[in-house]
Each structure stands twice: as C-alpha cells, then as structure tokens.
C-alpha cells in the first residue's frame, strides 16, 4: 500500500500555492522530458524527485498508457482532462496528485517521440489548468504545494499491491478513457 506522511509536527503554511502551480508544473515536466532546466526551489526539486520515483517505480504500467486509450493530437486534451476526473473521482490524494503528474510527463514524451514537441507545453498548461480547477481547493486546504516539502514516499512492492495495480490497470484499459486512472493509490 502507498503511503504519504507528513510529520505532525511540521506547520506549513500556505504561501501563495496556486500561484505556484504553473512554475512547479513547468519546472516538474519540462526536467523529466528535457535536459538542463535548472531547479527553481527546493519545493520544485522535492516534487520532481517524488514524481520520478513514481515513473521509475511504475514505469511498465506508465509506458503503453498513452497508446493504450488512443492518444493523438486531435484528442489529447479531451483525453488528457478524462483521464485526470477519472483519476479523481473518488478522492484527492497527494498519491494522486504525484500520479497525475507522472501521467503528464508519460504524455509529454508520447509527443516527444512522435515530433510533435509544441504539444508539450500544451501538456503543462493542461495539467496546471486541471490542477486549478480541480485540485486547487483540495491543495490549499491540505496546506499548499509547500506540503510537498515534507512528504515522504512510501510504496509496497507487495504482490498485493502489484496484483491491485495490474487489475486496475486491465479495468481501466477495458473501459478506454480511464488507462491511467489504474495508477491510482488509495492513501
């Protein structure tokens, strides 16, 4: 089971959190599909590192989504914002959030390698909007994005866990629009 903690007694405050949004989604993206973009805060840094060892942590279950439910230059956005309401359907998490994430870089580099680079910073600009509209209430109440500073990440690699994941994963792909939404974690 995966697990996210934030030591109880941290006090965070919230510091302008939406208005972060954008960098932390630029800076996040931008560094896992390119080289040499520098790192603009340690807030920015943590978060790369927690969204990076979700796709290494994943990476099977990451790397056909796009290809599983479809993805092209005429649906991406539609698909992109199906997949994140399925994602978070039922709750919002900072698991989720960090999977959001994940998925946001897989479909960049989907674009990458299919030469279509402009669509990349559509991808920010499409998860940043999604995160405003959808995620922006749920982040300040939780303490903003500065929480992420004091997450730590936890994942089980029990079967259990890898059975939920892959039975998710086959649900998910049965029903089109919802690939992604198997990589969701429950804490």
């Known amino acids: 089971m995966s697990s996210f903690i934030v030591p109880s007694t941290t006090t965070i405050t919230t510091r302008n959190s939406m208005a972060e949004t954008l960098p932390l989604t630029r800076y996040v993206i931008l560094s896992l599909t390119r080289s040499n973009v520098e790192c603009p805060s340690e807030l920015a840094c943590k978060f790369r590192t927690l969204v ?22 005429e ?28 998925f946001a870089v897989e479909v960049a580099e989907f674009f990458i390698q299919k030469g279509a680079n402009n669509l990349v910073n559509s991808v920010v600009s499409w ?3 999604f995160v405003e509209q959808k995620l922006a209430a749920w982040i300040k109440q939780e303490g903003g994005w500065a929480k992420l500073e004091h997450l730590e990440f936890n994942m089980s690699s029990s079967p259990s866990q890898t059975l939920l994941w892959k039975g998710l994963l086959v649900t998910a792909t ?6 992604f939404a198997a990589i969701v974690y429950t804490k």
């Open 52 to 73: 990076s060892n979700v796709r290494n942590d994943k990476k099977l279950l990451l790397a056909g989504s796009c290809h599983q439910v479809s993805l092209s230059h």
């Open 75 to 102: 649906n991406a956005q539609s698909t992109f914002f199906a997949i994140g309401d399925e994602l978070f359907e039922d709750s919002i998490n900072w698991g989720r959030i960090i999977t959001f994430y994940a």
């Open 127 to 129: 998860t940043a909007l």
């Open 174 to 179: 049965t029903l089109g629009l919802g690939a």
